[in-house]
């Protein structure tokens, strides 16, 4: 299977270690992907609160570059970036008008034919989970993990097409192929507040520590997300959570494709696990016998 | 040649304010056949109708046109009048001056053009009418209900009453529907047993009644006054003229499984009543969880019965029967929340239940004995949120109509937890309080005064911490999110057509709404009647409503089945499809469109064009089924079918006359 790919902002930066996994994960599955060549941030929050237009086209201009290059499917890991590809095509697939503006504003054809996907159905819903569980070699056996999807990738249904807004299952059925243990928790698509932490944080805390309170009281070992800037409030912010809360979290967080490279046999070294601010050491050491770290 | 009279009604100012009713009666003074035209105030009035059999003396008229209403209204009124004035009453033609034209419209001038276009169309008409007459048929003077909830057995009695036989037809066990299920009714709170059990009593007892429980209707054919139906009684495994209803097995039979009359809340045996005062008092055996009927192990309540009824080779048994007419009382069911709530955890938590588990609850003769406990530890809630219109009012997930009774049993429920718990917190989330009814509005006031927390706003969300609810939702009168933590969520789940409904409306043939209710002939004015002759509607299989709106609809449905049955013929509507052999193909395209099964592709004998025999395939149309529709005569390709009084003829010279 051929992919465009738009790793986005994040995935050059705070989500480094994430691009890492995504290729690991890519290449044992026998999935190619090509990152979109020249392209630009998707505007993120900054765009669609100044303005419409430019909301629309600057991802529209990465999905007319990969339309042009000819590629039928976009691979997209971020969920900011999945949501803005996504409502881009619907607006200009529901309005002949606005395709014929955002062309011109693009310099550029924009059909809005292509087949935008997170990483996650990418992995979980286009590769099959037969084909996965072959190259599971290290099964990650006992591991009892919260897949947490929060809200991006899931709403609005109509244009993320999430398997299921309130209780969505693609990431916890992957989990379960490499050996893992997903929980059943209430957390799953709640919002873990995105950057309004740094504006508000009174607010944008209370959402953090909620989704850690309710993860931590079904058990779980360990977070699972599908996108960097959720990993970075859950992982980062644990510490100024416990400091605000008085509580004494300390969840390891793991990109979802990090956990499916250590069933693949990869070992913490061959991607960011050191990146992390939560540590996993004593888990893998726990889980895997330390082959992971 | 035809003369006709046409008379010009004002309906008071309904059409004289937009039409010069006057002008069009001179008018129509110049239409082929037409020899005289008035115009009146109220045409339908007494003097209205008299002025018309005066004209008809008069003038020798021999059609008439009245110009004046929907015929839906006032056709049959002047067919009457016809016929006391000694004209064929098929001689009418009405012209809808009010509906299709005066109240459609403002201006006057252009208004009255169309009116005179319309009389011109309906002269032209009459001018084609032929007399038609009507023929009989016989009525079996026996009554069908199907379903015995508080609708079924209220119908039945007053059939019954009237001295007519009625057959009673419940699928389950036992008859009562849901009201015996509940503790107490609104508004008045008085305990829904000790009104409803009494009924079934006397359902039983009634001498004109006969009573098939367990039993499922399976075929039904003919027509009004004489339905030829089907009925299939499941096998009870149990010989209930033997059985003397002790209840020694129901104590000795050692497998238990959730009792479907407490909603999985209580458990049953598998030699079982529904509950203790069910009707038929005798009990079945449930055929999938009992041992001796599965693995052919155990076999203990046979051995227990003092009378030797248990009989573990009993089959099902068929009957057929003939009716003159039917009642549909099937009822409701709730809505299967679990399937579409994920954000209500999809049925994961046990101590979020539905209205009717709370009923079950709350009630002294359910499971947990009149206490209020939570399902997961038998504990007793200190805090409980109710949620209204949990699937109703909701299309984008479920239903878009109202549930009627959820209001009003909400209001109830909150009152009777601060009753049982007075301590208890008691939240009520929802969207309005529809509290239409007598004293309706006054206890749901009364339940404010009892303590109980109103407020307006749906909830996105229930999760467990620890053993209690999180209950997150908005109030969207103070624009806020809230948080209740609860010991108990009830939801108020939306009433749904009972399951198989749809099924069996094509067993009797007619067709339910787009939700699968059953569709009503008349929004207003024939409440009780499906479109289909003789088929008449009772409780909440029409509509969601509550148990006095449908105690009412029975009542309704029974006076018109005993006025049917009151008949020993009944004259048949003349208007019906006639196909003509002659240039019928036997394509078989007029049978798949006839709503009402009216049409049969029969074997006729005759000769081709050499004189040898053959066999043809024809349509033939069923008079007592067919309903004059005329669905069939636009798909006939060869025009071999017509329906009388609506001819095609008839139709393109009032097409023609406009063109003229
Ligand atoms: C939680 C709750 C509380 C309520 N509280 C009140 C209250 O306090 N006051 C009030 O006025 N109303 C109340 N209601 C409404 C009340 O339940 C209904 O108005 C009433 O039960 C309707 O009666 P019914 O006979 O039309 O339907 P049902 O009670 O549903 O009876 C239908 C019967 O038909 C049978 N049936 C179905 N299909 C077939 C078939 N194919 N063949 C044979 N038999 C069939 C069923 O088994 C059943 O016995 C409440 C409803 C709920 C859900």
Redesign the interface.
């Known amino acids: 299977m051929k992919y465009a790919y738009y790793p986005g902002c994040s995935l050059d930066a705070t989500g480094i270690e994430y691009d890492i996994a995504n290729k690991l994960v890519a290449r044992t599955l026998g999935i190619e992907l090509v990152e979109i060549p020249d392209w630009n941030c998707c505007g993120a929050t900054s765009a669609h609160t100044t303005n419409h237009l430019l909301a629309l086209a600057l991802p529209a201009r990465n999905l007319a570059i990969a339309e042009a290059h000819g590629f039928e499917q976009v691979a997209v890991p971020c969920a900011a970036c999945f949501a803005r590809c996504k409502k881009t095509a619907a607006a200009v697939q529901a309005s002949p008008d606005l395709q014929v503006q955002i062309s011109e504003v693009i310099g550029m054809t924009y059909a809005a034919k292509s087949e935008i996907l997170s990483y996650l159905d990418v992995i979980g819903k286009k590769t099959g989970l037969d084909h996965i569980k072959k190259h599971v070699v290290q099964p990650l056996t006992g591991l009892k993990i919260a897949a947490y999807y929060g809200c991006l990738l899931v709403r609005p249904v109509d244009i993320t097409q999430s398997d299921d807004p309130e209780n969505p299952m693609v990431m916890d059925r992957l989990l379960q192929v490499i050996g893992a243990e997903p929980i059943a928790w209430d957390y799953k698509t709640e919002c873990c507040g995105a950057s309004q932490v740094v504006p508000v944080p009174q607010l944008g805390k209370k959402l953090i520590h909620d989704i850690l309170k309710n993860a931590a009281s079904y058990g779980a070992d360990a977070i699972a997300t599908a996108c960097p800037l959720c990993m970075l409030n859950l992982d980062m912010r644990q510490k100024q959570i416990n400091a605000m809360f008085g509580t004494q979290f300390h969840i390891p967080v793991f990109h979802f494709t990090e956990l499916m490279a250590l069933s693949f046999g990869y070992s913490a070294q061959d991607f960011g696990l050191a990146k992390h601010f939560e540590s996993a050491e004593s888990l893998l050491e726990r889980m895997i016998g330390g082959k992971g770290a | 040649m035809r003369r006709i009279g046409v008379f010009i009604c004002h309906c008071g100012s309904n059409i004289a304010a937009t039409v010069d009713c006057a002008k069009v009666a001179e008018a129509a003074r110049g239409f082929p056949g037409v020899v005289y035209s008035a115009d009146y105030k109220y045409m339908c009035s007494e003097p209205g109708q008299e002025f018309i059999k005066a004209a008809i003396a008069q003038e020798d008229l021999n059609a008439i046109v009245v110009a004046s209403c929907t015929p839906r209204m006032h056709e049959l009124t002047f067919r009457k009048t016809l016929a006391n004035g000694g004209l064929n009453p098929y001689l009418f033609e009405m012209a809808n001056l009010r509906e299709q034209c005066s109240w459609v419209h403002t201006d006057k001038e252009k208004a009255t053009v169309k009116a005179i276009d319309l009389v011109k169309m309906a002269a032209a008409k009459a001018n084609k009418n032929e007399e038609l007459t009507s023929s009989t048929m016989p009525v079996h003077k026996k009554a069908l209900v199907i379903g015995a909830g508080i609708a079924g057995m209220q119908a039945a009695l007053d059939i019954a009453d009237a001295g007519h036989q009625v057959v009673l037809v419940e699928r389950e066990p036992t008859i009562g529907g849901k009201m015996p299920m509940l503790d107490k009714t609104f508004p008045t709170m008085d305990c829904s047993a000790c009104i409803s059990t009494p009924k079934m009593v006397e359902v039983a007892q009634h001498p004109n009644i006969e009573l098939l429980a367990y039993a499922e209707v399976t075929e039904v054919k003919g027509f009004i006054g004489s339905f030829t139906v089907q009925i299939r009684q499941k096998a009870k495994y149990v010989d209930h003229d033997k059985c003397t209803g002790c209840g020694l097995c129901e104590t000795k039979c050692p497998s238990k499984v959730p009792n479907e009359y407490d909603l999985g809340l209580g458990q049953r045996a598998c030699i079982y009543k529904p509950f203790a005062q069910a009707v038929p008092n005798k009990p079945v055996i449930d055929p999938l969880h009992c041992r001796k009927l599965v693995d052919n192990k155990c076999g203990l309540c046979a051995k227990v019965c003092p009378t030797g009824a248990v009989n573990y080779q009993d089959a099902e048994r068929l009957f057929t029967d003939t009716f003159g007419a039917i009642v549909m009382a099937t009822g409701y069911d709730l809505y299967p929340w679990e399937e579409i ?3 209500y ?2 049925g ?1 938590f046990p101590d979020v239940i539905t209205g009717l588990q709370f009923e079950r609850m709350v009630n002294a003769s359910g499971p947990t004995g009149g206490k209020l406990k939570r399902p997961s530890d038998g504990q007793e809630p200190k805090s409980v949120v109710f949620i209204k219109c949990v699937g109703s009012r909701e299309p984008a997930k479920a239903k878009g109509y109202c549930s009627r009774a959820c209001c009003m049993y909400t209001a109830k429920h909150a009152h009777q937890v601060l009753d049982k718990i007075p301590d208890a917190a008691v939240y009520v989330f929802y969207m309005d309080v529809r509290a239409a009814g007598k004293a309706y509005d006054e206890f749901y006031e009364a339940t404010l005064k009892d303590g109980a927390v109103y407020l307006r706003g749906r909830v996105s ?1 229930i ?4 053993s209690k609810l999180i209950v997150k939702g908005e109030d969207s009168l103070l624009g806020r999110p809230v948080q209740v933590t609860a010991d108990l969520v009830v939801l108020a789940t939306a009433m749904i057509p009972s399951q198989g409904s749809r099924e069996l409306a094509q067993t009797v043939g007619f067709l339910p709404d787009l939700d699968g209710w059953y569709q009503e002939a008349h929004p207003k004015l024939r409440p009780v009647e499906t479109p289909t002759a003789g088929v008449f509607l009772a409780g909440a299989c029409q509509g969601p409503k509550d148990i006095p709106d449908t105690v009412a609809q029975a009542g309704a449905a029974a006076a018109k089945v005993c006025g049917l049955l009151s008949k020993s013929q009944l004259e048949t509507n003349p208007m019906t499809a006639r196909s003509n052999p002659a240039i019928c193909s036997g394509c078989g395209l007029c049978v798949a469109v006839c709503p009402y099964k009216a049409i049969q592709l029969i074997s006729l004998a005759d000769r081709d064009r050499y004189g040898k025999r053959i066999n043809r395939t024809v349509a033939d149309v069923n008079h007592g089924l067919c309903q004059g529709c005329g669905a069939c005569t636009v798909t006939c390709r060869s025009g071999a079918i017509d329906l009388q009084g609506f001819k095609n003829n008839q139709i393109l010279e009032e097409v023609d006359a406009l063109w003229r």
């Open positions: 709530y994920g954000e955890g999809y994961r969300k999760y467990q911490e620890g």
